[in-house]
């Protein structure tokens, strides 16, 4: 559905590849840039609490999360170019205003700035490659997209680790590093993004045909099963943004590596969470029947892998740990919930439908900074944080097998007229 530009640049697909995959990379840079050096932020801004520090993700999370539904309405109505550069714009602005901070407050101001600007995104992103990426490889090529996550991932983790923690460079100039990034990123979707001029001008015909499918996509996306999505989603996401912004301290504080390494040690969670999304994104793309069984397998993997972490023993174990759980992670299992939630919905809300589904899903990513903070400050450590993330993943395995999977082998027995699967 939706593939018509595709007829007229063949190769169009692959350039939004690439383009998409930079966005990624620029927001994950921005992302993880500050937390391996939480303590210089910490020491420049009066010595605030791990609660104060917390809260930057968490107001970035914040504002991302309730940006998702808005976002998806107006890229539906407005198209994918209209929404991405304004965007970007005001993510570099958010980038400078972080930088220039004195005060925790100003830092805030600029997270803020950030997650209003970079929620427009995901929507955006993925209902563009499920327009025009052929569909025998949509898994495999939101893979490659995601994939600018855990490149951003790196670069932040190790630039900032090198750059402030070991050559000593202020860590506002990171900031204003990456907001030259982003308008060049920002350029890059100019020249490679076509506005959709067919989505106003065809609305008519396609609404004749999905009229009735439309009517019913509000009960639809709250279905039991849909919710069932949105929690695994949920889990999937807590665990991975705790990581995220709090592995490095974890690492520094109660296992004791240098910070100067410690970005190094974290970023393998990223390196190896590319070939695992390429290789399980491929493979269902092959065998799409195995979907569900592949999905309660990686979230029983995080899970197991994520409590390893606590429970290394010495550096070689937490070493694996990390690895496995790069592998068998959040962006293992993102583009094949993608992939199922983008062929369930007409196209004409599709970014819509990517909106709900990544705002229940990114609700965690509020929750866990701010929550993983508050547990290391009142109990002085945080492991119980890890169990949480743990416990989330398995329940969410449970609940998928119990709502998704074996509603869908009765399905199958009685041929759904709706369904594609």
Same mark, same amino acid.
């Given at each position: 559905m939706g593939q018509t530009v595709k007829k007229n640049d063949p190769n169009y697909y692959k350039k939004i590849i690439f383009a998409l995959c930079l966005g990624w990379v620029a927001i994950w840079i921005y992302r993880t840039i500050l937390t391996p050096i939480y303590p210089q932020i910490q020491e420049s801004l009066g010595n605030i609490s791990d609660t104060q520090v917390g809260l930057i993700a968490s107001i970035y999370f914040f504002a991302y999360t309730g940006m998702q539904i808005p976002s998806g309405i107006l890229v539906d109505k407005f198209g994918q170019k209209r929404v991405l550069i304004p965007a970007f714009i005001i993510f570099a602005l958010a980038a400078v205003v972080i930088g220039s901070s004195t005060t925790i407050t100003q830092v805030y101001v600029g997270a803020l700035m950030a997650g209003l600007s970079t929620g427009s995104y995901y929507g955006a992103a993925f209902s563009l490659s499920a327009k025009y990426m052929p569909k025998d490889k949509k898994s495999f090529s939101n893979a490659i997209i995601n994939s600018g996550s855990a490149l951003g991932m790196v670069i932040g983790?190790?630039?900032?680790?090198?750059?402030?923690?070991g050559l000593e460079i202020q860590w506002n100039y990171m900031l204003y590093m990456i907001a030259v990034l982003i308008v060049a990123v920002t350029f890059v979707f100019t020249l490679f993004v076509k506005q959709d001029k067919k989505t106003a001008t065809n609305e008519t015909s396609e609404d004749k045909i999905t009229a009735q499918a439309t009517v019913s996509q509000g009960v639809e996306l709250f279905s039991i099963k849909k919710l069932a999505i949105y929690f695994v989603y949920f889990a999937t996401c807590y665990g991975y943004y705790m990581i995220v912004t709090w592995l490095p301290s974890f690492l520094v504080g109660e296992k004791g590596f240098e910070q100067g390494s410690v970005g190094y040690v974290a970023a393998l969670v990223a390196v190896t969470a590319v070939p695992g999304a390429l290789i399980f994104s491929k493979y269902i793309d092959k065998n799409a029947h195995m979907r569900q069984k592949l999905i309660i397998f990686l979230l029983i993997g995080a899970a197991v892998t994520i409590s390893l972490t606590v429970f290394a023993p010495n550096p070689s174990v937490l070493y694996v740990a990390l690895? =496995?759980?790069? =592998? +068998?992670?959040? +962006?293992? !299992?993102?583009p094949v919930l993608i992939t199922y939630v983008t062929d369930s919905v007409p196209s004409n809300s599709m970014a819509k439908a990517l909106g709900i589904f990544n705002f229940f899903g990114m609700t965690s990513s509020v929750i866990a900074p701010t929550l993983t903070g508050y547990i290391g400050d009142i109990t002085g450590s945080k492991v119980l944080a890890f169990y949480i993330a743990a !416990? $989330? $993943?398995?329940?969410?395995? !449970? $609940?998928f097998? $119990?709502?998704?999977? +074996?509603? %869908?082998?009765? %399905?199958k027995k009685v041929i759904h007229p709706l369904t594609n699967e």
């Open positions: 983790l190790v630039g900032s680790s090198v750059l402030v923690g690895v =496995l759980y790069g =592998l +068998l992670g959040k +962006l293992a !299992i993102d !416990i $989330l $993943l398995a329940a969410a395995a !449970i $609940l097998f $119990l709502v998704v999977m +074996l509603k %869908e082998k009765k %399905e």
